[in-house]
C-alpha cells in the first residue's frame, strides 16, 4: 500500500483482510477491486492530511459527516468526476461496511451523505445496416484468412449475442456444446445465451481454419502466435472499421453490446428477458435502453394516433 506509512499497522491489516473478502467472497473483478483499494487510499491519504497524524481505528471511530463532505470537496477541487465520486463513496461504505459486520466499528457518519447524482449517458448505438456491415466487412481489412475469420466471429459474438469483449475472449469448445452458449460473465456469474445460425457459422468457420487447437477449457479464439486473443487487437479491428465504413468514434466493442440490446428491443424484445441475456443484475441497468429506442415509440405513435 502506498498510503502504509500513514495508517496504522492495525488499520493495515483490517484494510488487507477487507480486500481478501472483495476478492474470495464477494469475488469482484481485479480491475474493481484494485479501483476500490485506490479509492480507499485517497480516503485514508485526505484523512492523514486533515489530521494532521497517521491514520488509525480510533482516527475512523471518530470520523465526522464534516470529515467526508472536506473529502468529496477536495476531490471535486481536483475535478473529479460525478461518477468517479460515487465509486469512491461506493469503496468507503463497502469497507466501513465490512468493519461493521466483523464488529469491529460502527461509523453514521457515511449514512448522511448523499450519493453524488450522475449525468444520464446513454449508449451510443449503430444502426442495423452500421453494425451488419462491421461483420461484413472484416475480411477486406485482413489478408490472412484465418484472422478475418476469428474477427469476424468475434464481432458477430458482440453484435449477435451481445457479449461483452472479455466474455466473447473467454469462450472456450466446452461452452459450444450445447445449442445455448455457456457465457460467465461478471463476478463468475454464468448465463446462458443462445446462439443464432451465422454466428455459429463464423465460428465454425474460424475453428475450420486456425492453425491452433487449445484444449476444450482453454480459451477459443488465438493471437497470431498462438497466445490468448488480446482486447486491444479487437479494438483496433474496430478501429480500422470505423475508418473504412465512416462510422462515429463511439463505435466500439462495447457499442456493438449495445446496439444488441437496443435492436432487439426496438423489434419488440422484452425487457426481462434482454435483461437475462445481457447479464445484468439489475433490470434498471436494462431500462436505459428504453430512453434509446425511440424510433419504435415513434412509429407506434404515428400508426396508431388517429391524428398522426
Known amino acids: 500500500m502506498s498510503y502504509a506509512h500513514l495508517t496504522t499497522a492495525e488499520l493495515q491489516s483490517q484494510v488487507a483482510n477487507w480486500q481478501r ?9 481485479d480491475r474493481t477491486l484494485s479501483a476500490y483499494l485506490g479509492d ?7 484523512l ?11 482516527t475512523l471511530r471518530d ?9 468529496l470537496a477536495q476531490r471535486r477541487n481536483d475535478d473529479i468526476g460525478s461518477r468517479s465520486l460515487a465509486r469512491e463513496l461506493s469503496a468507503l461504505k463497502s469497507f466501513f461496511g465490512y468493519l461493521e459486520r466483523e464488529g469491529i466499528l460502527t461509523s453514521e457518519a457515511l449514512a448522511t451523505i448523499r450519493t453524488p447524482k450522475q449525468p444520464r449517458s446513454l449508449p451510443k448505438a449503430l444502426t442495423v445496416l ?10 477486406e481489412l485482413e489478408d490472412t484468412p484465418w484472422i478475418a475469420a476469428r474477427d469476424m466471429a468475434v464481432i458477430s459474438l458482440l453484435y449477435g449475442a451481445g457479449l461483452r469483449i472479455s466474455e466473447a475472449l473467454g469462450i472456450t469448445r466446452a461452452d459450444l456444446e450445447s445449442a445455448s452458449l455457456r457465457v460467465v460473465g461478471k463476478g463468475g456469474k454464468t448465463r446462458l445465451v443462445p446462439l443464432i445460425a451465422p454466428v455459429r457459422q463464423s465460428i465454425d468457420a474460424y475453428l475450420a481454419l486456425c492453425p491452433y487447437h487449445p484444449g476444450p477449457t482453454e480459451p477459443l479464439f488465438r493471437g ?13 479491428r474496430l478501429e480500422q472499421l470505423r475508418g473504412a465504413l465512416g462510422l462515429p468514434p463511439t463505435a466500439t466493442p462495447h457499442a456493438l453490446r449495445h446496439s444488441f440490446a437496443t435492436h432487439l428491443l426496438g423489434r419488440g424484445g422484452d425487457l426481462r ?13 436494462t431500462q436505459i435502453y428504453t430512453a434509446v429506442d425511440t424510433d419504435r415509440l415513434l412509429d407506434a405513435y404515428r400508426s396508431a394516433h388517429p391524428r398522426a
Open 130 to 139: 452500421e453494425a451488419r456491415a462491421t461483420i461484413t466487412t472484416t475480411d
Open 224 to 236: 497470431a502466435k498462438g497466445g490468448v486473443l488480446s482486447p486491444r487487437l479487437i479494438q483496433l
Open 21 to 29: 473478502e472483495l476478492g474470495a467472497v464477494r469475488r469482484l473483478a
Open 273 to 285: 428477458a434482454i435483461q437475462e441475456l445481457l447479464g445484468h443484475a439489475s433490470l434498471s441497468t
Open 40 to 46: 480507499l487510499g485517497q480516503f485514508l491519504t485526505f
Open 48 to 58: 492523514s492530511a486533515h489530521t494532521g497524524g497517521a491514520v488509525g481505528m480510533a
Open 63 to 71: 470520523l465526522r459527516a464534516a470529515d467526508i463532505r472536506a473529502f
